[in-house]
């Protein structure tokens, strides 16, 4: 759950120039979406494009409208489903929106803090060398290296037949 705010701006994504100011929003990296107030989001005509089931904190589980917006903290800006928030619910800054801005959380010292780039997995090929060359990884099976010829999608794999006993 979160524990300290921020501001932020919502801007529609399909006109800029229709925005609202969010002096206060709790940074949850527990959440997922980011939830914004239904009457400030119909404010800037972000309109509700589905409707999806969540589960709050206390077990309790609501539907809700979701729209697409440009969520901006400082000088970052990513998009994002944003979740129209009703009447009780917390105006959340959620986990997506955290890592599309480039945001990591400082829970020690209640700030956000700027990164350059975002973790990506590795891709494996079976049979090819990473082009860092990084070193293989002993994990009790084989992810690099001679592994055998890749799959191939669409032909079907032949059992080796078998032996009558006499």
């Not at 589960?55 to 944003?82: C, F, K, P, S």
């Not at 020690?108 to 860092?132: H, R, T, Y």
Request: proline share 7%.
């Amino acid at each position: 759950m979160g524990t300290f705010t921020v501001g932020c701006l919502i801007k529609n994504h399909v006109d800029r120039e229709k925005m609202v100011t969010i002096p206060r929003l709790m940074v949850d990296t527990g959440s997922e979406a980011t939830w914004i107030p239904r009457r400030q989001l119909e404010q800037i005509d972000v309109k509700p494009e589905k409707r999806q089931p969540f589960q709050m904190a206390n077990g309790q589980q609501v539907y809700r409208d979701i729209g697409y917006g440009l969520v901006r903290v400082g000088q970052r800006e990513t998009i994002d489903e944003i979740v129209f928030a009703e009447k009780g619910d917390y105006v959340l800054l959620g986990a997506r929106a955290l890592e599309g801005l480039l945001l990591w959380v400082d829970a020690k010292n209640k700030k956000l803090i700027e990164i350059e780039a975002q973790p990506v997995a590795k891709v494996v090929v079976p049979g090819k060398v990473s082009p860092d060359k990084d070193r293989v990884l002993v994990t009790g099976m084989v992810i690099q290296g001679e592994a055998g010829p890749p799959p191939t999608v669409g032909e079907s794999v032949r059992k080796p037949a078998r032996r009558k006993r006499n």
